[in-house]
């Protein structure tokens, strides 16, 4: 039938079968309920809307308006939280694919550890950029195709690529970098402004 305003409803012994037409607003003391469900419902707190399913809360809008997804203390305007580190924390991607998993989209996965996930079908190459708008560049590439990562180009072609000038320095001196060549201690190449060091040779540059 038609939808019924609240007055009718209340004339036909507070209950209907159709819709409910609200004019203005209405007060809820507690929260709102499934019937034939009763542990599926949104429930209210002082200033706080609180998600629930199977008896459970899952999420919440808090009071400084940040959303709690698996957690009911957001640290941030959204929050996402998994107990169990087989599961992703955070998934985008794609529902098409039949593997059960997103594909070519980033996962951040909870295992103790922050990660950040980007399959690939084979088909496509599959990267992670860090983009900057100012200088309209990728200065960060990782490509899950090669295993390989670029600093200053989006297309490594070593394991690691950086198309500009590194700098390394050492911990103890920033007078001082150091590069070592496998686990060899004695196998390095260290340097300052004066001179280069070939493991215990010294040489002056000129």
């Given amino acids: ?9 209340t004339d036909n012994g507070a ?17 709102i309920r499934h019937n034939g469900d009763t542990d599926t419902a949104i429930n209210f707190a002082t200033d706080t809307i609180k ?3 199977a008896g459970t809360e899952v999420a919440r809008i808090d009071a400084n308006q940040r959303l709690g997804i698996g957690t009911v203390s957001p640290q941030g305007k959204l929050q996402v939280n998994t107990a169990n580190h087989n599961f992703f924390a955070l998934a985008i991607g794609n529902d098409s694919y039949t593997g059960g998993h997103p594909r070519h989209e980033l996962l951040m996965l909870n295992d103790g550890s922050l990660q950040w996930y980007l399959p690939d079908n084979g088909s496509t190459p599959a990267k ?34 950086v198309k500009g000038i590194a ?19 004695s196998r390095y190449i260290r340097g300052n402004s004066a001179e280069l060091q070939a493991g215990p040779t010294i040489q002056q540059l000129h």
């Fill in 1 to 9: 039938g038609s939808a019924d305003t609240l007055q009718e409803v």
């Fill in 15 to 31: 209950t209907t079968t159709n819709s409910i037409v609200v004019g203005s607003t209405i007060g809820v003391n507690d929260a």
């Fill in 51 to 53: 998600f629930s399913t």
């Fill in 128 to 161: 992670f950029h860090f983009y900057s708008r100012d200088n309209a560049a990728n200065f960060f590439t990782a490509d899950s195709d090669t295993s390989r990562v670029g600093i200053g180009t989006a297309s490594p072609s070593q394991e690691l690529h």
């Fill in 167 to 185: 700098m390394i320095e050492d911990a103890s001196s920033t007078a001082y970098g150091t590069l070592q060549f496998g686990t060899d201690t």
